[in-house]
């Protein structure tokens, strides 16, 4: 995978894209020592996308384990993102770690199609997926989502409860 965006699908103004490490971190840094994009901030700090860390990111250096984010975006804007990592235990499986969706845009569908992007580039690289680890309301919101889209794309998916 040389590229730097893995593929992009668009619906109207809004559009879904699967980024390399590199994106991602131009994407919010744009050339800068800082990110340019507050919302990419720990959640303390006063950024928007619960569990994404930064520093982790920058710090990893394993390219074999080179992280992937699915983003969302609304017109320019990154409203949702996930991360997928390569599991360490069963080749061609990706660990989902997180998904969020900035606050200011959640109820609108924007995890859905972020969930569609995940899984159409599990189908496009041929790889199952399964759920690192989730909070119990996150599960809650996103169950039935990652359900649908596990059968109508037919990739197998796993979660440490269900083993669906």
């Known amino acids: 995978m040389e590229q730097s965006v893995i593929e992009q699908k668009e619906d109207s103004h809004v559009s879904t894209e699967t980024l390399t490490k590199a994106s991602l971190l131009d994407l919010v840094f744009k050339g800068e020592s800082e990110p340019q994009d ?20 920058i710090s ?13 975006k609304d017109g320019d804007e990154v409203v949702g993102l996930a991360q997928l990592e390569k599991s360490p235990y069963k080749e061609n499986r990706y660990w989902i770690s997180f998904i969020s969706v900035d ?4 109820g609108k569908r924007y995890a859905s199609k972020l969930v569609e992007e995940i899984f159409n580039f599990a189908k496009r690289e041929n790889v199952s997926l399964q759920a690192s680890s989730y909070k119990e309301d996150g599960w809650l919101k996103l169950k039935d989502i990652l359900k649908r889209e596990a059968e109508k794309t037919g990739i197998e998916w796993e979660d440490e409860e269900n083993k669906m």
């Open 103 to 106: 606050p200011t845009y959640q």
């Open 38 to 57: 507050k919302r990419f901030l720990p959640t303390e700090e006063g950024g928007v996308f619960r569990y994404l860390y930064l520093p982790d990111i």
């Open 60 to 72: 990893s250096l394993n390219p074999q384990k080179e992280p992937l984010f699915p983003v969302v």
